[in-house]
C-alpha cells in the first residue's frame, strides 16, 4: 500500500513511518518541518517540504504520489500555542485538514486516519476516570475545538464523497495518556538504523 503521512516528521508521525515501512508499505511524508525533523525521517523516505495551509501544495504531492491512504498527523499540537493564538489552530488544524480532504477527493484516495486527540476533547476528566467516545466533548481549548471540528468534518467529508466503490472513508483516532507517556522520550536520539 502506498501511505502519505503528513506531520511524517513529527514525533508521532516518524513512528508511523518506521512502522509503515517495516510493515512493506511504501511511504511518502509531507510537512513542513515546523517542529518536526529531517533527522526524524529513516534515508531514502520521500519528503515534501510544505505548508497545509497551502492548498497547492498538498494538492500536488498528493497528486504526484497517489496514495492508497493518508495518515494525517500534521498539526499545531500545543494546547498552550493555541491558547495564545487561537487562529493559527483554525489555519492549520481545520483549513489545513480540508486543504488535505479535498487534495484525498481530487485524486481518489480511499482511507484517511485523522489524528484527533482524547486528552483535549473531553475537557476537564475527573481524576481516576477515564473519558471514552462514550463522553459527551467538552472541548476548552482552540486545540481541541478545532480536532473536534476536523472529526466533524471528516464525517460530513465521508457521508458527501462515499459512492458505490467505497469513496473517502475516514477515520479519526485519539492518542492516549500512554503516547503522552512515550513522548517523554521525544527528545531522546533515535537509534541508528
Ligand atoms: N503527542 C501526543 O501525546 C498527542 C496526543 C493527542 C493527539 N496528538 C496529535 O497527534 C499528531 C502528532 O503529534 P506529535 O506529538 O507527533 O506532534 P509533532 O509536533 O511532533 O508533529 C507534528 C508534525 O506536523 C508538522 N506540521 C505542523 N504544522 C504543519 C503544517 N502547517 N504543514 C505541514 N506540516 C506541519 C510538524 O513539523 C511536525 O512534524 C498531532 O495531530 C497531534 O495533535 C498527539
Redesign the pocket.
Known sequence: MRILV??G?????SHIVDAALAAGHDVAV???????KRENLPEGVPLTV????DAEAIRKCVGAFKPDAVSH?????SVSVSMRDPRLDVE?NVI?SINLFDACVASGVGRVVF?????AIYGEVPEGQVADESWVPKPISPYAIS?LAVEQLMAVYKAQHAHADGGLQGTAC??DDR??IR?RLRSAPRPAR
Open positions: 503528513t506531520g516528521a513529527g514525533f508521532i508521525g509531507f510537512d513542513d518541518l515546523s517542529s518536526g510544505g505548508d497545509l495551509r498527523q500534521a498539526a499545531q499540537a492549520v489545513g489524528a484527533s486527540t482524547g486528552g480536532k485519539a492518542a503516547v503522552a513522548e
